[in-house]
């Protein structure tokens, strides 16, 4: 496929964003978007680690399982490479900022099973994405996931003080947002920049 | 087919190894912090490895700062002022300091990691804090689920401390631990008798110390424990007294009961002691010999739930609603509380409703 990288990276925030779209990479979006700085904290851990693994699966699918006919390693493959980079980005994190590294506390590791990071490399290997366009799908997607959360974090901020039936706080409300978000990415499809 | 599986199975280790050496290069580099200064009270100079909390890298060269919860972060009493080098306050941290110990730039040792040159305040009286080797001489089974434990002091051979503070005691591993842990508890030994500790430890349900000092320790272990600590002891004055214990919280009262007798205390004193039933009072003959000794002195167990002991004819209830009948002159009456954070808390409020402002209390978290 001769998709353009560059349209891939703004298709994955956009028309085809892992989280509105595809419904990926919930539950830590919604309890960590209660506060903007750790969702900023954790949407960058989770870009980060996005683009590492979608580089590093790719290459290890196509240049290991693929020639040794192990194709169907690829799911426990994949899994042990993004634990092994999520818990690289803990001590990178640890070490530069043990403010962030405690605010997100149990959140930081709990990446590792956040499913949109095993969908990002799932999803490049079914849609036959060269080195550079998956690349380009893992930053697109991880930059996706970042607008999300900081998008439900800065509206549940404007909620704080306002008044919510009981039983519609924290979960609820949240998923209530994230539906009509959604809906509205929906409008992006409409501009035809994959065409 | 053997083949094959052995191709999957190395492929996958090989994967697995270059990885798992990718982290250990990745924590080499960047989790390694060198060797870093700690400069204590502008003063005294420690070199330590970086990487450790303050409160261990400050253990591990026998400066023991008071701990209740092993480092957990759970009990606040590890606090000491950083002037330089602690780095941001953690949120782990914000729930135990005040806005003003903030700004004095009071910190848990517990959580500030030593990464560069540090430079710290501690109380003088934190350096008299010595590290004992005991071993446990008797246990004496107080009631159904309390014992005394008498740990001897082997090195050094006796403990200098004023009756009702509190020592830490290490644990030590057994089969079902999933960790040791070092707890408070308070010394029922009068400062007479120093050469050895005496504590009285109530079993916790799955509490990791208490499983250990009831189930598994036996006479001649080896016991590691740190003190004294503590502000809990009687001060010097002629004012009423009130005591108030549930449970272990007899402990400190044991051995300050036994020092004021010894020193033919005049001073006016209640003892309050709460219990469920009637199983689970001890001591209480002890207590009674001390009410005929000291003609001030009278000692009122209380039990909550009467229903269970028909035989009972002593005070029943909670004690805080009993205070105020008793108290004599709130304006000049100390309260002294040992005992869970639930009735320290609604003593306390009571307490200080009826006027009684001076409250002494060591909370365990």
Redesign the interface.
């Known amino acids: 496929m001769d998709i353009n990288p560059f349209v891939i990276f703004l298709a994955a925030i956009f028309t085809g964003n892992i989280l509105l779209t595809y419904f990926l990479g919930m539950c830590s979006y919604l309890s960590v978007s209660k506060e903007i700085e750790s969702s900023a904290g954790l949407g960058m851990a989770v870009f980060f680690v996005l683009t590492l693994t979608s580089a590093i699966n790719y290459l290890v699918y196509h240049y290991l399982l693929v020639p040794m006919d192990l194709v169907y390693l690829q799911y426990i493959v994949f899994i042990i490479v993004i634990a092994a980079f999520v818990q690289l980005t803990e001590i990178v994190i640890e070490r530069f900022s043990p403010v962030l590294y405690y605010s997100l506390g149990i959140f930081l590791p709990l990446i590792t099973v956040n499913c949109a990071i095993l969908g990002v490399s799932l999803f490049l290997i079914i849609r036959q994405y060269s080195f550079i366009q998956s690349v380009a799908y893992g930053a697109g997607s991880g930059i996706g996931w970042l607008v999300a959360i900081l998008a439900l974090a800065g509206i549940r901020n404007r909620l704080k003080e306002k008044y919510l039936p009981r039983g519609m706080n924290n979960a609820a409300i949240s998923l209530i947002i994230t539906g009509i978000m959604a809906l509205a990415f929906i409008g992006f499809s409409g501009v035809a920049i994959i065409q | 087919m053997l083949g094959l599986i052995i ?2 199975v190395l ?2 280790a090989g ?2 190894g270059l ?2 050496l ?2 250990v290069l ?2 080499f580099f ?2 390694n912090y060198g060797d870093c200064l700690i400069e204590i009270n502008n003063k005294k100079k420690l070199t330590v490895k970086g990487g450790n909390s303050l409160l261990n890298s400050l253990s591990e060269n026998d400066i023991f700062i008071p701990s209740a919860c092993g480092g957990r972060g759970t009990c606040g009493l590890c606090k000491l002022q950083v002037s330089e080098g602690g ?6 941290e914000k729930p135990y300091l005040t806005a003003e110990e903030i700004s004095q730039n009071y910190r848990l040792s517990c ?1 500030v ?1 030593v990464k560069t040159d540090i430079s710290i305040s501690i109380p003088e009286e934190l350096f008299s804090i010595r590290k004992f080797k005991g071993v446990m001489e008797k246990m004496i089974d107080y009631t159904y689920d309390t014992k005394g434990v008498i740990i001897k002091l082997i090195e050094p051979k006796s403990i200098d401390f004023k009756a009702g503070q509190y020592i830490q005691l290490q644990s030590k591993k057994y089969p079902k631990a999933k960790q040791v842990v070092s707890r408070a508890y308070s010394m029922a030994n009068s400062p007479e008798n120093n050469d050895h500790v005496e504590l009285i430890i109530r079993r916790v349900p799955e509490g990791i110390m208490t499983t250990f000092i009831h189930d598994y320790c036996r006479k001649d272990d080896q016991l590691t424990l740190t003190g004294p600590y503590g502000d809990f002891y009687i001060r010097d004055s002629d004012a009423d007294m009130i005591f108030v214990a549930g449970g272990s919280g007899m402990a400190p009262f044991k051995g300050i009961m036994e020092e004021l007798c010894r020193k033919e205390c005049q001073r006016h004193i209640l003892f309050f002691f709460g219990a469920r039933t009637t199983k689970d009072l001890f001591l209480t003959a002890e207590m009674k010999e001390y009410e005929k000794k000291m003609a001030a002195f009278s000692y009122h167990p209380v039990i909550s739930q009467p229903e269970a002991s028909p035989d009972w004819k002593g005070l029943t209830g909670y004690i805080p609603p009993l205070l105020e009948k008793y108290v004599r002159d709130p304006a000049k009456t100390e309260g002294y509380l040992c005992g869970s954070p639930a009735l320290l808390a609604a003593t306390e409020k009571k307490m200080r409703e009826i006027g009684i402002d001076k409250i002494f209390y060591d909370s365990f978290g």
């Open positions: 191709v999957n492929v996958f994967i697995g990885l798992a990718l982290l990745a924590d960047l989790a780095g941001p306050l953690l949120p782990t959580q990691k």
